[in-house]
């Protein structure tokens, strides 16, 4: 039974602020929990509650603070905390809006996610083993991994977000990870020979490097991937996350670095050109987020591909069926701040998992050191994790909790591998 809620301002890894929270039971055990927050963030996301002003350029979230330990805390103190659905129900009626955008989508996820750590510990049980269905093994993900950096994570260096490696061939997590290392280094590499600095890194931990166009980014990748002795494609897919909403305007694609302006037919056309001549096998957020018509037509186009739903499904159960329904995408990105609780994330991946359609569970651009969403993604089952890169410490919390499960589990390991990927 939940006794006792304390809550906390703490800061996140670009160093604005963030709720922590603590969850006690009545018979003492105890868990706690710092959110994230994202910079390209969809209209349709659960809302963060910010407190204006002028601390922290009006980032503070002292309000929400104050709402975890008020009606949040007023709203499941005595209850069974082993009862994540009931916990999670509870919050969202003492919230009472759609968003969350009254009490904080912020607030209301750090005591979600309190209380189940506080439930796992109470259970005796890693977070993982306490999440997961009685029947379901534990999972370790394939990971996608960011290389090469752009869009709102890297002063729009380049227009695509994020270039990331896939580590189709590797047969552990341990592996996978390393791979995934030894291409950034690689990609690294070929920048110095070309006289490009690398020492700068974007928020989610990717080489920040300017480069002339998108196509050159790829370029780079499938170069690392050589110089990392790997083979592009064989071993080691390209996935992009195109953020197409961050540069969608007034109907219209405009990628600022190669100066061009495309309609969403022309986008695509575009983006099926890269995958004739590069090995990719995700994109992510092909079109902006209200542009049903657009996926559409990426979709009969681009198949034969993962394509995956970031801003498009922004973890929310309708805006999934909608897309089930119409056949749109056949992948779904998780992340537990976009819908606020830990139970309708975790709807959204039963749900996607019946349709057919893959999952992703991702982390934010602005993480912390926590690393409950390794053990989300393992007892959840998604068999995708995308984290950012490996390197700064949020990134690798998380990678750092999978190795250790990984090792945990020895030789009762599932490791999804290559198979994770829809279609493959
Ligand atoms: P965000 O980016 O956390 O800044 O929204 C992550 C993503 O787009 O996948
Ligand atoms: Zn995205």
Not at 97 to 124: E, F, K, M, P, W
Not at 169 to 193: H, I, K, M, N, P
């Amino acid at each position: 039974t939940i006794s006792e809620i304390t809550a906390w301002e703490a800061l996140d890894s670009r160093g604005k602020p963030t709720v922590g929270c603590a969850v006690r039971l009545d018979g003492g055990a105890h868990g706690e929990a710092t959110v994230p927050s994202g910079a390209s963030t969809g209209a349709h996301e659960a809302r963060e509650l910010r407190d204006g002003g002028t601390r922290y350029g009006g980032n503070g979230v002292r309000t929400a603070v104050g709402n975890v330990t008020g009606p949040l805390a007023d709203a499941v103190r005595g209850l069974d905390a082993t009862d994540q659905q009931t916990v999670d129900r509870a919050l969202r009626d003492a919230d009472g809006t759609a968003d969350l955008g009254r009490l904080g989508a912020n607030a209301v996820l750090a005591v979600s996610v309190a209380t189940a750590i506080a439930a796992a510990a109470a259970r005796g049980l890693p977070l993982h083993r306490a999440v997961a269905t009685s029947d379901a093994p534990p999972l370790l993900p394939l990971p996608m991994v960011n290389i090469i950096s752009g869009g709102a994570h890297a002063g729009r260096a380049i227009d695509v977000q994020d270039f990331l490696a896939v580590p189709l061939g590797a047969r552990s997590f341990a592996e996978a990870v390393e791979w995934c290392s030894r291409v950034r280094a690689g990609t690294a590499d070929v920048l110095t020979d070309r006289g490009v600095p690398t020492a700068l890194v974007a928020d989610e931990g990717g080489l920040a490097a300017t480069l002339p166009t998108n196509r050159a980014a790829l370029d780079l990748l499938v170069d690392g991937i050589g110089r990392a002795g790997l083979r592009p494609g064989d071993d080691v897919g390209i996935a992009i996350d195109i953020a197409a909403t961050q540069f969608h305007h007034d109907g219209r694609y405009r990628l600022a670095a190669e100066r061009r302006d495309l309609t969403a037919e022309e986008l695509v056309g575009e983006l099926a050109q890269w995958c004739g001549a590069y090995p990719i096998v995700s994109i992510e957020d092909a079109l902006a987020e209200d542009d049903w018509t657009g996926w559409r037509h990426a979709t009969d186009r681009l198949s034969g591909r993962q394509l995956l739903g970031d801003d498009l499904f922004v973890t929310d159960l309708a805006r999934l069926e909608r897309g089930i329904t119409e056949q749109i995408g056949n992948a779904v990105l998780v992340k537990p701040n976009q819908t606020g609780t830990l139970h309708d994330a975790r709807s959204v991946v039963t749900r996607a998992h019946e349709a057919g359609y893959a999952t992703v569970l991702s982390a934010r651009s602005g993480e912390t050191e926590d690393n409950w969403l390794a053990d989300l993604a393992v007892g959840w089952r998604t068999a995708q994790i995308k984290v950012g890169s490996t390197t700064r410490s949020e990134r690798t919390a998380k990678w750092n909790r999978l190795l250790r499960i990984e090792a945990e589990l020895g030789d009762r390991a599932e490791y999804a591998g290559r198979a994770a990927m829809t279609p493959t």
